[in-house]
């Protein structure tokens, strides 16, 4: 950020009054660039050398390009095997493994995956408001718990 809060880089927070001392209270223009020194924006440096994140991106871009690559790599689905039975596993290239999605259309429903099975269980939701003057239940065409007075 400029420290007159002229403008921003597109990481910086917004100018506001206090948020660093001097600053003014103001929104300033976010420049479509990281803190660098070979930019500028009305005749002023973006960045400097304490603050240049462009160059630490360049300097880091081969660890950063290499990330992906530090996955393992399969061929088959079934090189992606991580155990749990509450995951789909997918050989991409790369092993991916996606948890397995349960789902009721009942409001009065929840549903999960059992870990011990992969099955997906659909259970009743448990409504209760902790008051014992009101009947507590589920009305699906409601969608979900009402308390009504005893």
């Known amino acids: 950020r400029d420290p007159q809060s002229n403008f921003r880089s597109i990481m910086a927070y917004n100018c506001y009054e206090n948020l660093c ?6 929104n300033c223009p976010r420049v479509q660039y990281f803190s660098n020194t ?3 924006y009305d005749n002023q440096d973006i960045g400097d050398d304490q603050s240049n994140a462009a160059k630490w991106i360049n300097e880091n871009r081969v660890a ?3 990330f992906e690559a530090a996955l393992p790599s399969c061929s088959t689905d079934l090189g992606c ?3 749990d039975l509450c995951t789909t596993d997918t050989c991409y290239g790369v092993c991916v493994n996606e948890q397995v ?3 009721s259309n009942d409001p009065c429903q929840e549903a999960h995956c059992d870990p011990s099975t ?7 939701v448990t409504c209760d408001d902790g008051n014992s003057c009101t ?3 589920c009305v ?6 009402e308390f009504l007075p005893v």
């Open 21 to 26: 001392p001097g600053s003014p209270a103001q």
């Open 135 to 137: 009947d507590d239940l």
């Open 64 to 66: 950063i390009a290499q």
């Open 38 to 40: 070979d930019h500028t």
């Open 118 to 124: 992969g099955n997906c269980i659909v259970s009743n």
């Open 81 to 83: 095997d991580d155990s």
């Open 101 to 103: 999605v349960c789902e």
């Open 140 to 145: 699906s065409s409601n969608g979900g718990c």
